[in-house]
């Protein structure tokens, strides 16, 4: 059973950058898909960025350009860099992860079996 923790959340002010964290454990493989997800107030849950374990990512295409997707191997985390931040980026950041093999983790074919608790992102314009 994965078990996943975000933390990085906080709030800050438009044109800022935060980094989001997802450490994993309870696997001893990097699970094969790991991605962040958000919840935006008044919309449903999207993809964010997905990476897999060997190194294929995929981004929501209105994100690209201003967050990237990384990990740090050793340390079993998983990263959102997140720049030029927007009020519209406010919401509840998930990390999840799938154990399947998928090439590239699509964020709507991929079942993410295992979520975190997700951490809170306030953007103030």
């Known amino acids: 059973q994965v078990q996943l923790l975000e933390s990085g959340g906080a709030s800050v002010q438009s044109g800022g950058s935060l980094r989001l964290s997802c450490a994993f454990s309870?696997?001893?493989?990097?699970?094969?898909?790991m991605g962040w997800f958000r919840q935006v107030p008044g919309k449903a849950r999207e993809g964010v960025a997905t990476l897999g374990r060997y190194g294929h990512s995929t981004y929501a295409e209105s994100l690209k350009g201003r967050f990237t997707i990384s990990e740090d191997a050793a340390k079993k985390t998983l990263y959102l860099q997140m720049n030029h931040l927007k009020a519209e980026d406010t919401g509840v950041y998930y990390c999840a992860s799938d154990l399947s093999a998928w090439d590239p983790c699509s964020q709507e074919r991929v079942p993410w079996a295992s979520w975190g608790q997700g951490t809170q992102v306030t953007v103030s314009s």
């Open positions: 309870g696997v001893t493989d990097r699970p094969y898909c």
